[in-house]
């Protein structure tokens, strides 16, 4: 079981905006992968014939998604979960909520704000071998940006690591 990585931990945040940066409480979260992607998409599709020659005019639009996997910690796992949208406690609002990412670039010396991020899958995983458990969440967001502050040296989770072990089994309707 690997130490948490000072260099690879995302700032995240319900935001109470969609699209809006959280003003709330961060959590810092070590990741073991982060790739965000945008994808351009045909929106519109024009044809605008001249005397001589036929010209396709394309609208498009960029889309933000991507894939962020992390270890599970104890003390982080609730907040990772209201993000990805998992399930709320009886009589709460069953509303998909958004959230923000924060992600400081050592390589290229910027530090980029991810905004309006929603859970698209979100996959639980044990590993063959690896006792820890992993979430995975495929993200769809608004927006990429410039973060205007710096994000200094994050803090280190305090917890630890939920394991196989700390989960509750029944086999054979014995837990």
């Known amino acids: 079981m690997a130490a948490p990585n000072q260099l690879n931990i995302m700032k995240m945040a319900e935001e109470t905006t969609y699209g809006t940066l959280s003003v709330g409480t961060f959590v810092y979260v070590p990741y073991d992968e982060f790739s965000p992607r945008y994808e351009n998409n045909v929106v519109a599709q024009e044809k605008a014939t001249g005397q001589i020659d036929s010209v396709y005019v394309f609208g498009t639009e960029r889309n933000l998604s991507g894939t962020f996997r992390a270890q599970v910690w104890s003390d982080l796992v ?43 899958t ?44 700390d989960l509750p089994t029944t086999v054979g309707g014995s837990t």
Not at 141 to 161: D, E, H, W
């Open 122 to 165: 979100v996959r639980i995983e044990l590993s063959a071998g690896d006792p820890v458990l992993r979430v995975t969440l495929d993200f769809i967001g608004k927006n990429q940006g410039i973060y205007a502050t710096a994000m200094g040296v994050p803090p280190l989770p305090t917890g630890r690591t939920l394991l196989l072990s």
């Open 78 to 120: 609730e907040s990772i979960f209201d993000m990805a949208g998992l399930p709320r406690p009886v009589g709460a609002e069953q509303t998909m909520p958004s959230f923000s990412m924060v992600h400081s670039n050592r390589a290229r010396a910027e530090t980029l704000q991810y905004l309006g991020c929603m859970a698209d």
